[in-house]
């Protein structure tokens, strides 16, 4: 398992530097308002873009003759999506309470309940779309993607208000602490891995 996850880093770091720089951006940019979207391009980056490649590559009918099983090569990608997540939930609270400290731009209110519900709102996003990459392959669950993603944005963009931002959401949301939604989209999450990893068995087989 170590192994592939070295080289799920390393495709990463060789092929998408660019787009692993523009979530370090969206992380740092005082106010906040791209944390959302950070958090679920972070889970995006780390899953679908990597088996993008490897698809292109063929990577999977080698790995297939390696001595790794098929739940191996596929909790890998929800593990990469984990760390990833992580990395954009410390650099964006960071950054934020920098900013703040600083006196460009203050923290909002229930600042840390808002981002363990984005990283819930993530989370969902990756139990939807890898098990769909897997059961039908890169091309086909692209849309599906596309769809979720776009679901997703509008359902933050339609919890805007004034003065409010993207953060109205939690308002609503306000009576359940914040972990319990990151706990229980974790569990989501997990839950899929052996939907995948069937998916992934008949698509291999055919």
Known sequence: MKALLRKDIYVILTQFKLLFLVMIIFSVIPGGLFVPFTFIYSTMLSGV????IDEQSKWDSLALMLPYSRGQLVTVKYIMGWLALAVALVLSAVC???????????LPDGFAA???????LALVVQAVTLPVNFCFGIAKGRIATIVVVAFIGALVGATMGEGDG??????????IPGPVYTV?????????????????RRRAEK
């Open 96 to 106: 934020q309470c920098l900013w703040a400290a600083l006196g460009s731009v203050p």
């Open 166 to 175: 993207f953060y109205t959401l939690i308002k609503v949301t306000s009576s």
């Open 184 to 200: 229980l989209a974790a569990a989501l999450c997990a839950a899929t891995i052996p939907i995948s990893v069937a998916g992934f």
């Open 49 to 52: 873009s990597i088996m993008s």
């Open 114 to 120: 808002q981002l363990f519900v984005f990283s819930a």
